[in-house]
């Protein structure tokens, strides 16, 4: 009886022990392999245009960071690029982000956080708000073009960017082009626009343009 009440603390501590080996995380598993990808703001929409993913950040953007450390999420850092290219992260202070596409931006947060030892395991997402807006924003196209419709508004579009990449003018396009803007309409010389003796007017989010035949 004696020997059974000295074996029974053994037995059940390596039963814990067991326990806590079934639960623990083998060494050989890359965290990517296990650890979800976090959400923009833990429920906000993620896009995934290319027009979002492959712009570069640049000073001025404003950037959310969303990390999650041992499968917790971490409060969200929001910042603006500073005109030295940084955002302030916890624990690694000033971070240079600008000339990075968010993706690049997270995989670059991710390794100084696991390199200097900050954290294990750590999941990073990284989101612009400008670039997100910048998709939401639209112009159309009509008339004597190869590609007529609505289209995404890059920044710095111009009319005759803006016509180019619809396919540019097509035989029966006259030069003049009508833009509506806000109920308004305003008439221009498109050849003389190609030809650099009119200003290329910019085009703004809602613009309607017609390539008249």
Not at 131 to 154: C, D, H, K
């Amino acid at each position: 009886m004696k020997r059974f009440a000295l074996l029974l603390p053994v037995v059940l501590l390596a039963g814990c022990q067991s326990i806590l080996d079934a639960f623990s995380t083998q060494r050989n598993i890359s965290p990517e392999a296990w650890v979800p990808r976090v959400e923009a703001g833990f429920g906000e929409e993620i896009s995934t245009d290319p027009a979002v993913v492959s712009r570069s950040l640049k000073q001025g953007d404003p950037v959310i960071v969303n990390m999650t450390v041992n499968l917790r999420p971490q409060p969200r850092v929001e910042d603006v690029i500073d005109e030295e290219g940084n955002i302030s992260l916890p624990i690694l202070g000033e971070f240079k982000v600008a000339g990075l596409t968010t993706a690049d931006a997270e995989r670059a947060i991710k390794q100084a956080y696991l390199e200097n030892n900050v954290y294990r395991d750590v999941t990073v997402n990284v989101i612009c708000t400008a670039a997100q807006a910048r998709v939401a924003e639209t112009y159309s196209i009509t008339g004597a073009v190869a590609r007529r419709g609505r289209f995404n508004l890059p920044e710095g579009l111009t009319l005759r960017r803006a016509v180019i990449a619809a396919g540019d003018a097509n035989d029966f396009a006259t030069g003049k082009i009508l833009i509506t803007r806000n109920g308004i309409t305003n008439k221009f010389n498109y050849r003389r626009i190609c030809k650099g003796l009119d200003p290329d007017p910019d085009i703004l989010n809602g613009d309607i343009i017609e390539v008249c035949k």
